[in-house]
């Protein structure tokens, strides 16, 4: 991977597809009845609340440094 990929618009576009991905799975394994528990229903929950609440915060940043 070239450094490029490292800096600017590309390390954020590929970290804010990264959280989305990483939600969409969640939630397909939830939607899909992957879950064995209610314990592991509510983890899984969380975990997505938790990658929405970092998406948010990175395109509040974003939005902050395009006012600039």
Do not use: P, W
């Amino acid at each position: 991977m070239a450094r490029e990929d490292f800096t600017g618009d590309t390390l954020i576009e590929k970290f804010k597809s990264r959280l989305r991905d990483l939600m969409n799975d969640r939630a397909d394994n939830i939607a899909t009845g992957s879950c064995a528990s209610f314990d592991e229903y509510k983890h899984q929950s969380g975990v997505i609340e938790g990658l929405a609440l970092a998406e948010r915060e990175l395109l509040d940043i974003i939005q902050e440094l395009e006012r600039l």
